[in-house]
């Protein structure tokens, strides 16, 4: 990647981040790759990654990290990117949008107790469903998640002992992700993150969607159509907030910096925009020493 385009893209995320949120976010590179930081307390580290400054091509342009996605083979050097910066193996799990969050370790022994020879990569891709991760500091030394994305939202808690990081799809969100990764954690959440992810600018859906996130989350989250006629559209971000504050994690504890990945899809994989055929930015989160 250019120097100049890396800085240019550095910028972009800057300025689009959300005015509120921009003081409590950082930009750097790694390797060429921007990445964005939210200022998290001691001891937790995440940060989002872009779809720029990969090895990656065609469709899947270029910071790929999911191996899952099809025929790509530079995914693995764009992971082994993310795992030199963190100095930690990786650890993705098999998301199903579904509502199972467990430890980091405990997630890793099983796989592999499960694989044939008993192989313990540095960069193990799970096979079991699990849709979020807790970390603990003292247990998780040598770990860090990365949970993949592509318009579903990105949640990371982080409370006194521990933290979690949650995909959330509309179907988690409406099913209770965020809730079970709070209740995973040894101790509760006080502070959150929603990633970027399908904003409330974006996200249609049909009636009876709309009907059920209105029925759990109130009527607020629920907004008209943009245009008479048209499909409603449910604010994902605003149930993650109230999943959260059902947690115990105030408003003004939760970070958003109200980046679409619809909108800004030069910057992030959208796959409702761009279809099944594309890649997944991550959310790389760690506990413990830097």
Request: net charge negative.
């Amino acid at each position: 990647m250019q120097e100049e385009g890396a800085g240019h893209v550095s910028s972009a995320l800057t300025e689009r981040i959300s005015l509120e949120a921009r003081p409590r976010f950082g930009v750097r590179m790694v390797g060429g790759m921007p990445v964005f930081e939210p200022r998290l307390p001691t001891g937790y580290r995440a940060y989002f990654t872009t779809r720029v400054g990969g090895a990656s091509c065609g469709p899947f342009a270029s910071m790929n990290l999911d191996p899952r996605s099809g025929e790509d083979p530079a995914v693995a050097a764009n992971r082994e990117r993310v795992a030199r910066d963190t100095g930690r193996r990786l650890l993705s799990p098999m998301q199903v949008h579904g509502l199972r969050v467990v430890g980091a370790s405990e997630y890793l022994a099983a796989e592999i107790a499960d694989a044939p020879d008993g192989a313990e990569p540095l960069d193990r891709m799970g096979e079991a469903p699990c849709d979020g991760l807790t970390l603990n500091p003292a247990i998780d030394t040598d770990l860090a998640a990365v949970l993949l994305f592509a318009d579903c939202v990105p949640v990371v808690m982080c409370g006194e002992v521990d933290m979690a990081v949650a995909h959330g799809g509309w179907r988690g969100i409406l099913g209770g992700v965020v809730q079970q990764a709070g209740a995973a954690m040894t101790g509760p959440p006080g502070a959150a993150v929603i990633g970027p992810s399908i904003g409330p600018c974006c996200f249609t859906v049909g009636q009876d969607v709309a009907d059920a996130f209105g029925a759990r989350f109130g009527a607020e989250v629920v907004l008209a159509p943009k245009e008479p006629g048209g499909p409603a559209r449910v604010d994902l971000w605003e149930a993650a907030a109230r999943s959260l504050e059902e947690m115990g994690v105030p408003r003004a504890g939760v970070l958003n910096p109200r980046l679409c990945t619809v909108c800004n899809n030069d910057l992030f994989y959208s796959y409702r925009l761009e279809g099944p055929v594309t890649g997944r930015h991550g959310c790389v989160a760690w506990a413990g020493a830097a």
